[in-house]
């Protein structure tokens, strides 16, 4: 990621990485890059996780049984406290880990499957590399791993250490990194077979403003791509910013699923924004406002924010266990 | 050289190995799937449980058809940049520190120095590169999963058998190289350490005169060196050689210095770093009465490998010598003997015990005149039969005959028809006795054979390398195998105790046989249980127990054990059987047979462990 010296917003230097004209699949993607559409890229169906331990006596209850459909070309959020299931969820998705009960399906193939890899990116909690390797060795390996022709490998890792600002530490084992370099080969390591699907694990964990800025701009360029991601995260103000929907867990268990407007939006209230009224417009409104039969009529404030959703959700959780998402929130 | 099994010919040995070892195959396959079954029962139910079995061997057979080369090579690199960049270049230090410190307390004047030597480099590098390789590979793997860094791995497109057999061949590449150093730094040490010379001038020598007075040649002895001087005895004309001392002898040449007078120069040792190649033969016995006995006398609690023949008997050892082919052995017939003496009493311990060897046709029974030799202990007594031999005629007195026109019988149905030439292979018996009353030879079927040539010592060594590189692999497999599913120091151990299942295999098939002939002799003491009993009640192991209901039900249930015992341990592969450095050691050339068919042997136990830890590490949550 690199601050464009124009002095303005940072910008995405991805020219000819992630689309990779010419290639079926990517037109495929181009087409759909305009929305999210209907095709469905992950299903999870009843999908729990029990945690065990070597005797196979239940340790966690991680996950209880979700069910959810992320279609293709969305951001979709997983929001939740630490310890509420995301990574569990994610894991799964991946394969890592075995359901207990239910299912995972991936581009339609069940998560275990290994040959859907071939078109994911993941990008762990904490860049999971190897730390005896460089940058360039480390991409070099996972490209071998997609099984890439040397012409390429080399190809792309030069793009991808160009985008996450790594030209000149390319030589350094990974073990010289900073957090924040780490987590940057992190991302580079993730798009190196240009997936169309891309979980990330609280991507923003651990940056800067700056790289948390850069990260999010990343998220929305992939989507422009056409890119389905799934992202966790416990930091609200990224979700809010870049998710399209966004599934709340607590404890294991889905507390909210929609669309974030859907979700943020208050519907009992009504807001009224204008530039430029004097004092005695806005008691004029107030008196229509009392007029209709409105109550509590305040001027400002136009939506919650998602930390009150966040917080809402969290306490209603703990008094009164068990509620699910489908059911109407009071 | 103990050889206790004849080494079968390669083509004979490999079919019926292939289908035993196929049908092994299938009953583990078998028990794995039932023991997986069983888990997957406790979690799932059995129908969930057969359907992920099925599922997933299922899978396994599509992943083998699946694998890309450059994913293993991917692995592959990185075990070999983890282990160079964890420094395994510190298991190359140690080896110098070995050849540094065996330099210093390996005696040169020893009985036998170049065994001594090759045997101690020989198992220090087998011990060494064993060790490096099986401490990567159970490390390595367990440190991924703890470090997490498997779940980018797994996260690829990357199936577990590419992992699983990247690892291998990056470790394997580790003790390949490795073993190459040492190797060669063994190598070099060996042939250095036993490198001597000797020094003569005509002050160490006398005048040796004929029976006429006319000078016959010189005797004397060479200088002191490395714990040992030579005899030696030169013709008139000042060459000739020194006498077998540690194991080798020198050449002796003379010629004229510059100033005229006559300077000798005494060879390197020959005879030291040797790669001998054998003709066996089979071995039976003549009882003191002079019939047939399947066995020579035991005398003692010894292990029955060697048998005794008592002397100034009519007892003998006669081993009969097929396939002699006269181009091979155009100028007679070199026969090598390890005889051990089992003195009754001391006799003149200085003087040795003789003993006396015939050559005989086994189908018409002419013999020759005997050959008379003194058996030295810990060395090989050679004697050559010349072409020319003296038969004892029917009519009495002897005659001068060819040795192959009459001794080698190239007649009999079992020899098979004659070349076209006349010069097919034939069969002799050569017949040993011991000439001193009341002491005994011991000699076992592979101490005494002709010898058919003499092979490079250097390919020798080569091969007994080979044989190390062997267990590498093995140990490498096993060593990655276990790591799949186990954590690093218990994946060492767990190899280990293969490895030591497998050292008593042979002990095993061996008390399997006792049991089925019910000679007690070859393992004396009995099985597991009674052997406890006897540790316990500290009973001597050549002691007949008496029948009591107690002692028949321990010995009931020893029988039950051997099979399943047996069955198990000739699942696990011996280290022990694919070691050659005794061959190299003792001076014998490395049969290929023996090779080829270790070589399938490592074959077939690498390619299981891989696809199983393949299985295990598919079969298991690698993020939790
Ligand atoms: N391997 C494991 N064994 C036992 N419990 C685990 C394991 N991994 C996670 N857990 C538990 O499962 C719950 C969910 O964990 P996780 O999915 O990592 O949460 P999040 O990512 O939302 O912070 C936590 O309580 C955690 O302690
Ligand atoms: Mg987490």
Known sequence: MRVSDRGGAPELETEGLLVNPGTEKNLVAAANAAGSSSEIVVETRNLSKVYRDFWGRSKKVALKPLDLQIRRGEIFGLLGPNGSGKTTTLKLLLGLIFPSTGEAVVFGRDATEVSKNERIGYLPEESYLYKFLDAEETLDFYGRLFDMPPEERRRRATALIEMVGLTRDRKRQLKEYSKGMTRRIGVAQALINDPELILLDEPTSGLDPIGTREMKDLILDLKARGKTVIMSSHLLADVEDVCDRIAVLHQGELKELGRVEDLLRVTDTTQVRARGLPPAALEELREVCRKFGGTEIEVGNPTITLEDLFLEVVRDADARPGRRASQPRS | ???????????????????????????????????????????????????????????????????????????????????????????????????????????????????????????????????????????????????????????????????????????????????????????????????????????????????????????????????????????????????????????????????????????????????????????????????????????????????????????????????????????????????????????????GIGGSVRVRNPRTQVETAPFYFTAKEFTIDSIMIPRQVAVTSPEGGTRQVDLFDELVDRKSEAVGPADAGGGGKGRIEVVLQCLVPAQYFGVAQADFYLLAGNGSFALNYLKSCLGIWFSMLLVAAIGVTFSTFLSGPVAVLATLSVLLVGQVREFLSRWYESLVTGDATIVPGGGPIESLYRIITQVSITLELEETPAVLAMKAVDTLLVSPMRLLAAVFPSLGSLGTGEFVASGFDIPLDLIAEHSLETLGYVLPCIVLGAVFLKAREVAS
Not at chain 2, 109 to 134: A, D, E
Not at chain 2, 216 to 238: C, K, M
């Open chain 2, 1 to 351: 050289m103990v050889l206790e099994k004849d080494i079968p010919k390669f083509v004979e040995w490999v079919g019926p190995a292939f289908f035993s070892y196929l049908l092994g195959l299938a009953v583990f396959a078998v028990v794995v799937g039932g023991v997986a079954w069983l888990v997957q029962t406790v979690l799932y139910g059995p129908m969930a449980a057969g359907d992920r079995v099925y599922h997933g061997a299922v899978g396994l057979v599509g992943d083998l058809g699946r694998v890309s080369w450059r994913r293993v090579t991917a692995m592959t690199r990185l075990a070999v940049k983890e282990s160079l960049r964890k420094n395994v270049l510190v298991a190359l230090g140690l080896f110098a520190v070995v050849l540094l410190f065996a330099g210093w307390f390996l005696d040169p004047s020893s009985v036998n120095p170049g065994r001594l030597y090759l045997g101690f480099i020989l198992t220090s590098t087998n011990l060494l590169v064993c060790l490096v390789v099986l401490v990567l590979a159970a490390f390595s793997l367990p440190a991924d999963i703890k470090a997490k860094a498997i779940q980018t791995v797994t996260t690829k497109p990357v199936r577990t058998i590419e992992i699983v057999l990247g690892r291998f061949l990056g470790f394997s590449a580790i003790g390949t190289a490795s073993l190459l150093v040492m190797g060669l730094a063994g190598w070099a040490f060996v042939v250095r350490s036993v490198a001597h010379e000797h020094l003569l001038t005509q002050e160490d020598l006398e005048d040796v005169a004929a029976a006429d007075g006319s000078l016959a040649g010189y005797r004397g002895r060479t200088s002191f060196r490395q714990g040992h001087r030579h005899w030696v005895e030169l013709g008139p004309e000042g060459s000739g050689r020194t006498d077998v001392a540690q194991g080798h002898r020198h050449a002796v040449r003379a010629r004229e210095s510059a100033d005229g007078k006559r300077v000798f120069e005494v060879g390197p040792p020959e005879g030291l770093l040797e790669a001998r190649r054998p003709l066996r033969g089979r071995l039976t016995f003549r009882d003191r009465d002079g019939s047939p006995s399947a066995k020579g006398i035991s005398v003692g609690a010894e292990w029955g490998y060697r048998q005794y023949i008592e002397g100034s008997t009519l007892a003998a050892a006669i081993w009969t010598f097929e396939g002699i082919d006269e181009r091979d052995f155009p100028d007679g017939l070199p026969l090598e003997m390890i005889i051990r003496v089992f003195r009754t009493h001391k006799g003149d311990i200085e003087k």
